[in-house]
């Protein structure tokens, strides 16, 4: 079993940028796809970006594409988020995940989750 812990959220301005970061713990996140899916007031959690396990494949949500990077340090058993061009409509609640299969997209289907950090883009 996989635990996950987010760090790296906070207040930025928009056109700011944040690097979010996703620390695993318990097993080797080599195993996994990972992935970051978000949350905002009031509406269903949605899928952001995701990494294959050896990182040669990536996948992002239309909202994020050019603005957000994912990558993984397996070595470090860590995936971040590089988050840039903030817009007040990015502000949420932004959660890892770890997935035994690629291509989750899904909430649903999600195998693990971390506890989530909190987004905020002021305008």
């Known amino acids: 079993q996989v635990q996950l812990v987010e760090s790296g959220g906070g207040l930025v301005q928009a056109g700011g940028s944040l690097r979010l970061s996703c620390a695993a713990s318990?097993?080797?996140?080599?195993?996994?796809?990972m992935g970051w899916f978000r949350q905002a007031p009031g509406k269903e959690r949605e899928f952001v970006a995701a990494?294959?396990?050896?990182?040669?494949?990536?996948h992002y949500a239309d909202s994020v594409k050019g603005r957000f990077t994912i990558s993984r340090d397996n070595a470090k058993n860590t995936v971040y988020l590089q988050m840039n061009s903030l817009k007040p409509e990015d502000t949420a609640v932004y959660y890892c995940?770890?997935?035994?299969?690629?291509?989750?997209?899904?909430?649903?289907?999600?195998?693990?989750w971390g506890q989530g950090t909190q987004v905020t883009v002021s305008s």
């Open positions: 995940t770890a997935d035994l299969m690629w291509g989750t997209t899904q909430a649903m289907g999600v195998d693990h």
């Open positions: 318990g097993r080797t996140i080599s195993d996994y796809a």
């Open positions: 990494i294959s396990m050896s990182g040669d494949m990536t």
